[in-house]
């Protein structure tokens, strides 16, 4: 089955700094890749995502990047502000939508003041 | 707020017990998709129904198993429980039996503890 594997397991970053998660996949199936954020005490809530057919897509501060061939996409979040702190996951899907997904293991963002 | 209500928010047990988790999925939801999500495992898919039937099924113990009931809420049940399902418990819902474009809208979740 699917294998997503995530990186690094945490992040902090100064204000106004930039982050960047990354994840790679094993199933050259998977066609669609959505990005979570998980506030404590709450469930994941979408952020992005990104299907097989593109190769980056924005949306204010945060842009996620798709390479096929070396089976990786990586989140990129500008101008990190301290209600960004969160662990954030990638996932993956090879049904084209939110059905069946394979999380990664996680990145706790720490937004330092 | 999902708008995906999830009960009770804790549950503690022993092991052996047997419990049960509820969720109402957003109005207007059909699919129902629960996740578990553990410190070794991370999130796991394991099961999804769609207007009250099995839509997809993942890493879903035999000890567990779950229902939509008419009204759409569902309920997962974990039997013959272990220390090692001790984790938190996640209902999603999704507008149709998710399909390309359909978000995933996921609840606070239920902390078990299997003591």
């Known amino acids: 089955g699917e294998n997503v594997e995530q990186h690094p397991s945490t992040l902090s970053v100064q204000e106004g700094d930039s982050a960047v998660i990354k994840c790679t996949y094993s199933d050259s199936a998977s066609n669609y890749f959505p990005w979570y954020k998980q506030e404590l005490g709450k469930g994941p809530q979408l952020i992005i995502d990104?299907?097989?057919?593109?190769g980056e897509k924005k949306d204010q501060r945060i842009a996620v990047t798709l390479n096929k061939t070396a089976k990786h996409f990586s989140l990129h979040i500008t101008e990190t502000q301290p209600e960004d702190s969160a662990v954030y996951f990638c996932?993956?899907?090879?049904?084209?939508?939110?059905?069946?997904?394979?999380f990664g293991s996680g990145t706790q963002l720490t937004v330092l003041p | 707020d999902s708008g995906v209500t999830q009960t009770p928010k804790h549950l503690i047990t022993a092991t052996g017990q047997r419990v049960t988790l509820r969720c109402s999925p957003r109005s207007g939801d059909l699919s129902v998709y629960w996740y578990q999500q553990s410190l070794d495992q991370g999130l796991q898919f394991l099961i999804q129904y769609y207007n009250g039937e099995e839509r997809a099924k993942g890493n879903i113990l035999e000890r567990f198993s779950a229902q939509q009931f008419p009204d759409l809420h569902s309920e997962l049940n974990l039997s013959s429980l272990e220390l090692g399902d001790s984790a938190l418990y996640f209902c999603?819902?999704?507008?149709?039996?998710?399909?390309?474009?359909?978000?995933?809208?996921f609840g606070s979740g239920t902390q078990l503890s299997v003591l």
């Open positions: 990104i299907r097989s057919n593109v």
């Open positions: 999603a819902s999704s507008l149709f039996g998710g399909e390309a474009n359909e978000k995933l809208f």
């Open positions: 996932a993956a899907s090879i049904h084209g939508s939110a059905r069946q997904l394979t």
